[in-house]
């Protein structure tokens, strides 16, 4: 990768060379700040031309307004099959047409029908409905914690079991297959995939929910593969649409989720002033706020949004050619200083923390943010309430951080009390 | 203040009914907004003008 980036540079232009390459790392000490390059980039301009893998140069957005009102403009595509999209790695361009259009590749209509399809269990009255059983799970996970020996991993105890359980539960895929969907999901969410290991990921799940998807059309049950697989057999979607949905929906309904609480957790940790302002809070206005600020604060989502112009766009005094690509990265844009004062500062009582952009904005928000929010309010709250004591059972030097991943997170967390 | 939604635009992302429940609903079935009250009382306005400004899709209009 490195070669054929310095064999591209030479042979551009001169000003080209200037133009610095996407992704950015963090910096390693302060590992829940977005890349300081990237934040740097924003202070001159909140949009700005990168390099990406693949020697082209789609634009970068880093700012907060801009990356709100480009979310939101029609003139901007999903669909990765139009030239000048620039892929994630060389695995999603080699797939690009053997890939079934889903809700994450689709615009307009298209992607209306298919996001109306999935979008039965994530309503705010469904969700609501589900938070004594996220509680119970949660509090099932803790027991298990406080009943284990010390240090105890906070990833594979709670962060992970229980969107997993919840999601498993949600779409009727049996919990017993855990282990294997987690590892599937593990390749395929590789931020630099080859194009031979994202496959195996992909064609292992892909395979998996067919599977599922066939069996539900035989034998329904009150689950979301059922639903889709009842709109297979009304001839609305194909078996391979529907796996396709599932899949989405089972990795980002627990990978997620579960990055989300292991560094959560962490970050937590090092603001004790906040997990105690947290674990002491008893109205859910407040629990709800804290969470929104740590989605902020976080942002898991790194590698950016992916997106491709279908027509000139002014915007920011620049000019978005039709056929450029876009990159909306949300760790910038959510630690904007226009927008959030001092962002590097975790304040769970951050007054416009809700307008983060954590899950995205525009029609491709996050489908599940209902219910994301409710396992983060629950979890968050009822673990630091559970385990007032809780602390970092290893140097903070020593957490690994999963600067490789799509998702952002932490591998581990061992944990004393 | 008066409140129009347009479910066409509508991408189910739940934030009208997270901000303003009393003015919002959901249908069960696909999650489109659906509008409990067109005229809302003004002790409504601040959650209906938070709603507006979270919704992805931009599908609630409001006439103060």
């Known amino acids: 990768m490195t070669e054929r980036m310095s064999d591209t540079l030479t042979s551009e232009e001169t000003t080209d060379a200037a133009v610095p390459f996407y992704p950015m790392d963090r910096d390693a000490k302060c590992p829940f700040a977005p890349p300081p390059q990237m934040l740097k980039m924003n202070e001159a301009k909140p949009l700005s031309r990168v390099r990406i893998w693949d020697g082209s140069t789609p634009w970068l957005v880093t700012g907060y307004d801009v990356a709100r009102e480009l979310f939101a403009d029609s003139r901007v595509s999903v669909d990765d099959r139009r030239e000048g999209f620039p892929h994630w790695n060389e695995h999603m361009l080699a797939t690009v ?32 409905g589900l938070r004594s059983a996220i ?18 991993d906070i990833v594979s105890k709670l962060a992970l079991p229980v969107p997993t359980r919840v999601i498993s539960e949600m779409l009727g895929v049996p919990y017993e297959d855990h282990e294997f969907f987690q ?27 067919t599977d599922l998807v066939k069996a539900k059309m035989e034998n329904p049950s009150e689950d979301a593969v059922s639903d ?23 990795i980002a309904g627990h990978e997620t989720t579960a990055n989300m609480i292991g560094i959560g957790v962490l970050a937590l940790l090092e603001n004790p002033d906040q997990a105690a302002a947290l674990r002491d809070a008893d109205d859910p206005k407040d629990i709800a706020n804290a ?3 740590l989605m902020r604060y976080l942002s898991i989502i790194q590698n950016g949004q992916r997106r491709v112009a279908i027509e000139d766009i002014e915007i920011a005094g620049e000019t978005i050619r039709a056929g450029e690509g876009i990159i909306l990265d949300l760790a910038p844009a959510n630690w904007d200083a226009r927008m959030y004062p001092e962002p590097d500062k975790l304040d769970l009582s951050r007054d416009n923390a809700g307008q983060h952009l954590g899950f995205g904005y525009g029609r491709h928000q996050c489908v599940g943010q209902q219910l994301a929010r409710a396992e983060l309010q629950i979890v968050f709250h009822t673990l630091f309430r559970r385990i007032p004591t809780l602390q970092l059972a ?13 998702a952002y997170g932490v591998y581990e967390l061992p944990v004393t009390w | 203040m008066k409140v129009r939604v347009d479910q066409d635009k509508c991408v189910s992302s739940g934030q009208c009914v997270l901000n303003a429940s009393d003015v919002f609903d959901q249908r069960d079935e696909d999650g489109v907004v659906v509008l409990l009250n067109e005229n809302p009382p003004p002790d409504q306005s601040d959650n209906v003008r938070k709603a507006v400004a979270a919704c992805p899709a931009l599908a609630i209009e409001i006439e103060e």
């Open chain 1, 97 to 128: 047409h053997k890939r079934p259009r889903s809700v994450f590749t689709s615009d307009a209509e298209e992607h209306t029908r298919f996001r109306r399809m999935l979008s039965k269990p994530f309503t705010f009255k469904r969700v609501e």
């Open chain 1, 135 to 152: 509680q119970q799970v949660t509090d099932e996970c803790i027991d298990d914690i406080l009943a284990s020996e010390k240090p105890a």
């Open chain 1, 183 to 209: 590892h599937h999901a593990n390749i395929g969410l590789a931020r630099y995939a080859t194009a031979e290991d994202g496959q195996k990921g992909a064609m292992g799940l892909a395979k998996y929910l």
């Open chain 1, 228 to 250: 889709l697989a009842e709109r297979v057999n009304a001839g609305e979607i194909s078996v391979k649409e529907a796996a396709q949905l599932g899949t989405g929906l089972l």
């Open chain 1, 291 to 293: 969470v929104e600020e």
């Open chain 1, 394 to 406: 290893v140097p903070f030097e020593e957490v690994p951080f999963k600067h490789d991943r799509l």
